[in-house]
């Protein structure tokens, strides 16, 4: 079973939020890093925020230092960041592993519900989740949100 609405986690500033609060809405999960060199995704997606939140999108980003220690601030540090080199507008949450022996839930989730199957390779992977809440699509690092292949399965979710 592919749904993730069981699962909670915590919003940046140490709410729990179910994953399941976000039911009817189409989610890209990204693992993100102030230090990486894909970091200027962030700019990507906040157009994809700007362009489809009203249509039912919604950008979860999870920071995660998991990779190349890219991502050591404080939660604070990292909101702050983000709103003054990107102006983000999508909802951050806490810091997580997404993948070791500490890896989050969601990360085990996503990472086994659609192929490719396996951990997370680097910063910025992307994971896209369905209305019904179920994992349809993942995006390597490399696909930059403005990406055709991207924005097409973001709308053909949408239109689900």
Not at 10 to 28: C, M, Q, R, S, W
Not at 53 to 64: K, M, N, T, V, Y
Not at 81 to 104: I, M, T
Request: charged share 20%.
């Amino acid at each position: 079973m592919t749904s993730i609405s069981d699962i909670t986690v915590k919003t940046i500033d140490g709410k729990d939020v179910t994953l399941g609060d976000y039911a009817g809405k189409v989610l890209l999960i990204v693992n993100v890093a102030s230090y990486c060199g894909y970091t200027s995704q962030y700019k990507g997606l906040e157009k994809l925020n700007q362009k489809y939140r009203d249509a039912g999108l919604r950008i979860l980003a999870f920071p995660c230092n998991d990779f190349g220690a890219q991502e050591p601030g404080s939660n604070l540090e990292i909101a702050e960041f983000c709103d003054r080199n990107y102006a983000v507008s999508f909802e951050l949450f806490d810091k997580l592993h997404a993948k070791g022996s500490q890896q989050h839930p969601l990360y085990a989730k996503l990472t086994r519900a659609v192929q490719p199957s396996g951990e997370v390779a680097w910063n910025f992977e992307k994971f896209l989740i369905s209305k019904q809440g179920e994992v349809v699509a993942r995006f390597k690092s490399a696909v930059l949100p403005e990406s055709s292949e991207l924005v097409g399965a973001i709308e053909q979710a949408l239109a689900q």
